[in-house]
């Protein structure tokens, strides 16, 4: 089978104001005036409830983060079959051992001068965990299942004119319904849009870039319309907001409109040059008045998978240096924020990766827009059941009723993004085994399918040899493999697609600047502190380390690329200590919780990113104790070889070659003997001279605070956040890697202390307190702006510590 998928260009459908003037189509975003409780025992809907004692918060808000944390909060008693458990342990900690679970109810009050007799009015929720009832003046309006899904209820008849309206929405989080920390609450945005009766249709534009020359490509606009006897103009707008190109057309079809549009000279998009164009449509009755007007984002860009070739973006073959990640912001909770995710994609890149999984459900806008921008290409996943149970309250209690209104959703919001090219309609989902399972699947690719032809679909499996027995695996567009690197060949040779897909690897356990002794690979290892070894060796049962994907993706072909299992730390699924309690996150990112780096993230910096140079020791050089000791040195680096210097002496040269996966990709002295002082590596470049070198050298006493700012101006729009990496150096200057001195965050200005996170997966401090112990000598404190411009101040202090401080601004 060959499957050519031909570029999609694409609107992310954004209604968006357009002022008094012309106020055929306004936006309203219900973002403050909210009110919430989880304290309810009566029905909290009625028009004349009084919700005046409950708490004030604003939108995107997520209740169970603010803590505490306790082990009793959904503490599941099971046996994980898809880990290889038979029998139920106590698994505390598996979904963050945060306060979600239960009923919260959300009120706000709000009026909408915009919205008049004869007018549509809808109300869009981006998600909402979970279970939404949606309640308007006293009135049920609707309800949807999944915490995760897009949705909209049109509220044209239920919306007062003139008048306040009352929304009031609950939302229940049952027990064991998640395998991780799902948050809780109103977690993204929730808006009204108001519209003429004649209009376009909510997510009902579709923009494809079918064919791409040199000189021209064809920008291919279906706009679904509500009315007759209309007509539509587009302007394609290049980066620079000039006029590439304007088109009218006046007949309707099957209730669409269909431009075919050519622009010159196109700029393509790629994650390397993320060009956007807009398209505007305006929408227009008979007599010339305009009745709607979209602004939509898109890129021309085409993609293909091909057998034994892969995937080609553009015409050129491309692999996917991804990685997954789960939906929450760390000491954010799942509650959405453009600035964290933003900070997220900055330090991916940086990594050099391309590309992101969203597992396992649907992204946020915010964070496809965001990839859009900078350049990320995307998987966007629905499903981490289908109609059989990984967990006894889990999306399998939907699947029947809501399995095709969630995609239909998920596609038709989304599918304007150039960033997304391939679809996952689940993961790991029991329904592997078992004849439904095949109709399952091919049912959701067909929905995919029939809403988006451009794209094909994936889904993560893990039980690669009974998909290969059963045809589950031949039918998918794309045969994704989670780990078990060794059944590539075989599922390769198996499988008619031609192609391979590591939609998960990887799995390597870590955590930043720990490291333990003696260094050797082991999987399933636990340590007395509930840590993992930074050596970057440990991994889980079915799991394997980064070096082994690694041979794959060079090796083979037919590997169109990986995604690792994570780009960052997220709360729950403390794997490998799930039994053990306080553990309360995960062990698996590149990055930490705090979005730290740990050693991993050179590795695969030193692969991935093709621009810059690497050049990174471990571990740190503070062994107090081990003096003597067999203290292994790794570097990871993008240079073959380099030479080692401990103190000075020469400790050999070291030369990647392919004894061994790890022989492979990292350089590695194993017989250090410790002593403090200063350990220097020197790489040589391809004709054997000095290219760079870097040191990493024994810390005395914690002496000062120092504070670094990811950004130094925010925005004053009450959103943005500056995060802040806080660590403490001795009196020379030297990082001490092992301090763990209590802090104290102080904010002065125009913002306020949002949280800080210090990326230990076993810390019960409470994120948003302003004070938290450091971890192996860091921690982030995120500082929020307010709606107010001005100097911003952070002081971070601590005993016997020369206090830190930031000077920081936010503007209009
Ligand atoms: C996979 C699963 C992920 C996560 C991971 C941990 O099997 O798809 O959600 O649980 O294992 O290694």
């Known amino acids: 089978m060959k499957l050519i998928f031909r570029s999609i260009l694409f609107v992310f459908l954004l209604v968006f104001s357009c002022g008094k003037m012309m106020s055929q189509s306004t936006t309203v975003v219900l973002k403050d005036n909210w009110r919430f409780s989880k304290e309810v025992t009566e029905e909290a809907f009625s028009v004349n409830f009084d919700a005046s004692k409950w708490e004030k918060v604003s939108v995107p808000h997520d209740w169970a983060i603010y803590g505490p944390f306790d082990k009793e909060w959904d503490k599941q008693v099971s046996a994980i079959e898809q880990n290889g458990e038979k029998v139920p342990t106590e698994k505390t900690g598996r979904t963050g051992a945060l306060p979600h679970i239960g009923t919260g109810w959300y009120r706000n009050t709000f009026s909408i001068p915009e919205f008049k007799k004869g007018k549509k009015a809808l109300l869009i929720f981006e998600g909402a965990m979970s279970e939404p009832q949606v309640f308007l003046n006293g009135k049920k309006i609707g309800e949807w299942g999944y915490g995760y899904s897009y949705f909209y209820i049109d509220i044209s008849k239920d919306l007062i004119p003139g008048s306040e309206n009352i929304l009031a929405v609950k939302l229940t989080n049952m027990p064991f319904s998640s395998r991780w920390y799902p948050g809780a609450g109103l977690y993204r945005k929730v808006s009204i849009e108001v519209k003429e009766e004649e209009s376009f249709v909510q997510w009902g534009?579709?923009?494809?870039?079918?064919?791409?020359?040199?000189?021209?490509?064809?920008?291919?606009?279906?706009?679904?319309?509500?009315?007759?006897?209309?007509?539509?103009v587009t302007q394609i707008k290049d980066a620079a907001n000039t006029i590439v190109a304007t088109q009218k057309v006046t007949e309707i079809k099957d209730g669409k409109f269909h431009q075919n549009i050519s622009v010159a000279k196109p700029h393509l998009w790629s994650p390397e040059t993320p060009y956007l164009y807009t398209a505007i449509t305006k929408l227009y009755a008979a007599d010339g008045t305009l009745k709607d007007e979209q602004s939509t984002k898109f890129g021309i860009r085409s993609i293909k998978y091909e057998a034994h070739k892969g995937f080609s973006l553009n015409g050129k073959v491309t692999k996917f240096k991804g990685v997954c990640l789960h939906h929450d912001l760390g000491p954010l909770g799942a509650a959405v924020n453009k600035a964290a995710l933003r900070r997220q994609l900055t330090i991916l890149k940086d990594m050099g990766c391309n590309a992101i999984r969203s597992s396992h459900n649907m992204p946020s806008f915010e964070q496809l827009e965001l990839a859009d921008e900078m350049g990320f290409m995307f998987l966007a996943e629905s499903f981490d059941e289908w109609a059989k149970p990984k967990v006894q309250n889990g999306y399998h209690r939907f699947f029947e009723e809501y399995a095709e209104k969630d995609i239909v959703n998920l596609v038709r919001a989304t599918r304007n993004h150039p960033c997304i090219v391939m679809w996952s309609s689940g993961n790991e989902v029991p329904d592997q085994y078992g004849a439904e399972g095949l109709t399952r699947a091919k049912f959701l690719q067909d929905v995919f399918h029939r809403e988006d032809p451009t794209r094909p679909v994936t889904v993560g499996m893990d039980q690669v040899k009974q998909t290969m027995a059963s045809g589950?695996?031949?039918?998918?567009?794309?045969?994704?493999?989670?780990?078990?690197?060794?059944?590539y060949e075989e599922a390769y040779k198996s499988f008619p697609q031609g192609f391979i897909l590591g939609s998960e690897t990887a799995s390597t356990v870590s955590s930043r600047g720990i490291y333990k002794f003696p260094v050797v690979q082991q999987k399933e290892k636990q340590y007395d502190d509930l840590q993992c070894s930074s050596y970057d060796l440990e991994a889980c049962s079915w799991s394997n380390v980064p070096d082994e994907d690694f041979v794959l993706q060079d090796d083979k072909p037919w590997v169109i690329g990986e995604f690792v299992w994570t780009g960052f730390d997220y709360l729950g699924e403390p794997t490998p200590y799930d039994e053990k309690w306080?553990?309360?996150?995960?062990?698996?990112?590149?990055?930490?919780?705090a979005g730290l780096p740990k050693d991993r993230f050179y590795l695969y910096r030193s692969r991935w990113n093709k621009e810059d140079k690497t050049l990174h020791i471990l571990p740190h050089w503070n062994w107090k104790g081990r003096e003597g000791e067999i203290t292994p040195v790794f570097v990871y680096t993008n240079y073959d070889s380099a030479e080692l210097f401990v103190n000075g002496k020469s400790m050999g040269v070291q030369k990647k070659n392919n004894s061994t996966p790890q022989n492979r990709y990292r350089l590695m002295w194993n017989d250090i003997k410790y002593e403090p002082g200063t350990v220097k590596v020197v790489a040589f470049d391809s004709n054997g001279k000095i290219a760079v070198e870097s040191e990493v050298k024994t810390a005395g006493d914690p002496y000062k605070i120092i504070l670094e700012a990811d950004r130094k101006v925010i925005k004053a729009d009450g959103d943005d956040i500056s995060f802040i990496t806080v660590s403490v150096v001795d009196k020379n200057g030297i990082p001490c890697p092992t301090a763990v001195n209590e802090l104290q965050f102080k904010v002065t200005g125009a913002a306020t202390y949002r949280a800080a996170c210090n990326g230990d997966a076993t810390s019960l401090e409470i994120f948003h307190e302003n004070k938290m112990k450091l971890f192996s000598g860091k921690l982030v404190v995120l500082v929020k702006s307010v709606e107010m411009a001005g100097i911003i101040q952070l002081e971070v202090t601590g005993k016997g510590l020369q206090k830190g401080k930031i000077n920081l601004k936010s503007e209009f």
């Open 205 to 232: 534009t579709f923009i494809t870039t079918p064919d791409i020359k040199e000189n021209t490509a064809v920008v291919d606009l279906k706009a679904e319309v509500s009315g007759n006897n209309l007509s539509m």
């Open 472 to 487: 589950f695996g031949s039918l998918l567009d794309v045969p994704g493999l989670n780990y078990r690197v060794h059944l």
């Open 582 to 593: 306080p553990s309360r996150s995960s062990y698996f990112g590149i990055s930490d919780l």
